[in-house]
């Protein structure tokens, strides 16, 4: 039977991994697929919100993403 989760219930999961066990976003999520099973490519659509922002920043400062250009004063 296959379980569902929502967005949510994801990114709680997704933190409490981060802090119980001292990974990084990234590596939390890619521990969460391995203990569940879960295909890599089915998780984009559980991350959303905060826990984006999160991993955006963190892939980011990890150069792993081209940092954004900004503009002063926007």
């Known amino acids: 039977m296959i379980k569902t989760i929502k967005p949510l219930d994801f990114a709680i999961i997704i933190e409490d991994i981060v802090s119980s066990?001292?990974?990084?976003?990234?590596?939390?999520?890619s521990y969460y697929c391995?203990?569940?099973q879960m295909e890599p490519q089915t998780v984009g659509k559980l991350v959303q919100g905060s826990l984006?922002?999160?991993l955006r920043?963190?892939?980011t400062a990890l150069h792993?993403?081209?940092k954004t250009a900004t503009i002063p004063g926007l």
Do not use: G, N
């Open 21 to 29: 066990k001292k990974m990084t976003y990234l590596d939390a999520i």
């Open 34 to 36: 391995e203990e569940t």
């Open 64 to 66: 792993y993403l081209p």
């Open 57 to 59: 920043e963190e892939v």
């Open 52 to 54: 984006k922002d999160k």
